[in-house]
């Protein structure tokens, strides 16, 4: 796509711009100023524009308001710009709907694992075990460049990865012991940890619109949980504990920020975590429940209702998408907004509520129900007051 110059008051600068578009189909503007023609170029962000597809243009960058002019754009650029916006919004769609698939295969998979192998640690480490495969099977096929990882960088991923590995376990003893829908509908309550430890660990401020929606997000969960049929304190417990440990991760990661090289992208950031939660989770697994995979525990399983190979082909599934969900959740993270991500992180949640309860037939009441939905809309309302403190920053 190429740059226009452009002739800009009040100042005489050389200023370049290039215009992308998020998933909102707001137009983003990258921008390049130079105090001359011939000094490198330093780039700013454009917060507003108007009077856009007209040969002036009224900019907003850092407080000021300049009033630039240019060329008419060529009618075939345009028309290609649009061609351009056309495909990404086909291909972002795409990947939300694989993400949203993925992750309602696994939960059905993982589901069905633990009722007849009731080993949280080994399955979390077994999937862990399956991503680990892809990874170096990306690597080997050069599908992504290897990543060169520092030794301060290996330090921080190394914190995120033990939040990871945390998180992941304790999702798992979780939806072991109660209904998937119930898990998710506990893990709705996300949001509420996040701005408590953002709180108290690097001083962050909540708006009034974000803690207004952190009322149904906790009204709905306690009536949810109030209400819930499958109600177990060690599910319940284990859901929450993992929200902690989650967001715990999630908010030293903003602290303590890796530093991204050229080769150290969202995709390779990712997957060095799940390596290093393989490394960790295999001795976890072995020291709380043992080798369990041998013919006796195995042939239990068939007992249950399950052939071990049936067995063996559901745990591969739940690995592969847990893995792949993921992945493309980094991918999708990579080419929207960090508020967008949450949305559609936010109706995810509702997909996979929905086909869990629809799958497993889940018996649920019309005030758990009420309560499932309130936090539902919670978080998508916690989503929306953090774009809105977005714009206003």
Same mark, same amino acid.
């Given at each position: 796509?190429?740059? %226009? ?30 105090? =001359? ?6 780039? %700013? ?90 990874? $170096?099977?990306?690597?080997? $096929? ?31 003893? =979780? ?68 929200? $902690? ?51 006796? %525990? ?96």
């Amino acid at each position: 796509m190429g740059s %226009y110059a452009l002739a800009l008051s009040p100042s005489k600068q050389c200023f370049t711009y290039s215009p992308k578009f998020n998933f909102n189909f707001s137009a983003i503007y990258s921008c390049n100023f130079r105090k =001359s023609c011939t000094q490198s170029s330093l780039t %700013y962000n454009i917060s507003s524009i108007s009077n856009y597809r007209s040969n002036v243009y009224i900019y907003k960058i850092s407080g000021q308001k300049f009033k630039a002019s240019s060329a008419a754009v060529p009618q075939g650029m345009s028309e290609g710009m649009n061609t351009d916006e056309r495909i990404r919004t086909l291909q972002l769609g795409s990947m939300f709907l694989i993400w949203y698939l993925l992750n309602i295969y696994f939960n059905i998979f993982n589901k069905q694992v633990l009722k007849v192998f009731p080993f949280p640690a080994t399955v979390t480490a077994f999937q862990s075990g399956c991503g680990t495969v892809l990874i $170096l099977l990306m690597w080997a $096929l050069n599908l992504h460049p290897k990543p060169k990882v520092s030794r301060s960088q290996f330090t921080v991923i190394f914190l995120l990865a033990l939040g990871h590995t945390l998180g992941n376990l304790l999702t798992n003893i =979780s939806l072991g012991k109660v209904a998937v829908s119930f898990t998710h509908t506990i893990k709705a309550m996300e949001p509420f940890f996040t701005v408590v430890l953002s709180a108290m660990l690097i001083g962050e401020r909540p708006s009034l619109w974000v803690v207004s929606s952190l009322v149904p997000i906790v009204g709905g969960v306690a009536l949810a949980s109030f209400t819930e049929a499958s109600f177990n304190w060690i599910g319940f417990g284990s859901a929450m504990a993992s929200n $902690l440990t989650n967001q715990t991760r999630n908010v030293f990661s903003k602290k303590f920020m890796v530093k991204k090289e050229e080769s150290l992208d969202n995709i390779n950031l990712f997957s060095i975590i799940t390596i290093i939660s393989f490394l960790l989770l295999t001795p976890i697994a072995v020291f709380m429940e043992g080798a369990k995979f041998s013919p006796s %525990y195995l042939q239990n399983v068939a007992n249950q209702g399950l052939s071990v190979k049936e067995l063996c082909i559901k745990a591969l599934l739940s690995g592969f998408c847990f893995h792949t969900y993921q992945q493309v959740s980094y991918m999708i993270l990579q080419m929207v907004s960090p508020v967008t991500h949450a949305v559609g992180n936010s109706l995810k949640r509702v997909v996979v509520i929905v086909s869990s309860v629809i799958f497993f037939q889940t018996p649920v009441s019309p005030v758990n129900s009420l309560g499932t939905a309130m936090a539902l809309a919670g978080v998508f309302l916690y989503s929306r007051a953090k774009k809105i403190k977005t714009k206003g920053a």
